[in-house]
C-alpha cells in the first residue's frame, strides 16, 4: 500500500505577506485631496491655455472619487457644490476641496494655494 500524504497547513501566525508595504496612515480626507489635486492638474496639461472649469468637467474629474469618500446619500450635495464651483481655476477648485473637508472632518487641515497673476500680454 502506498504512504499516507502529509498535508501540511500553512503558520497562519507567521507574517505570510513580508514584503507588502505598510497600510498608508494618512487620514481618508487627505488622501482624497492629493487625488483629486493630482487629477485637476493631470487635467490641467493637457489644455495648457485652460484657466476655468465647466461644471460637468468638475463633476466627471471628481464624482467617483467624491461618491466613493462620501457616499451615495450625499450625491445631491457634492453635485450641488461642484455647480458652485462653476467657471472657477484650478486653485479655487482645491481651495473650496480643502474647505469641504475641514468643514467634514475638523481635525484635519490643509494648507491654502494663491493663485498666480495673471499674466499681461
Known amino acids: 500500500m502506498s504512504e499516507p500524504q502529509k ?12 514584503d507588502r508595504p505598510a ?17 485637476l492638474f493631470t487635467k490641467n496639461k493637457l489644455w495648457r491655455i ?3 472649469y465647466t461644471v460637468d468637467e468638475l463633476w466627471d474629474l471628481f464624482r467617483n ?13 457634492l453635485k450641488a457644490w461642484t455647480y458652485n464651483l462653476k467657471c472657477k481655476g484650478r486653485v479655487q477648485v482645491l481651495n473650496a476641496l480643502y474647505d469641504l473637508l475641514e468643514e467634514r472632518y475638523p481635525p484635519v487641515k490643509f494648507e491654502r494655494r494663491t493663485a498666480k497673476p495673471k499674466r499681461e500680454e
Open 50 to 52: 485652460k484657466a476655468i
Open 65 to 77: 472619487l467624491l461618491v466613493n469618500h462620501f457616499g451615495n446619500s450625499e450625491e445631491a450635495r
Open 7 to 18: 498535508i501540511c497547513l500553512p503558520n497562519v501566525f507567521s507574517d505570510s505577506e513580508p
Open 23 to 39: 497600510r498608508s496612515t494618512e487620514h481618508p480626507a487627505v488622501v482624497l485631496a492629493e487625488k483629486i489635486e493630482e487629477r
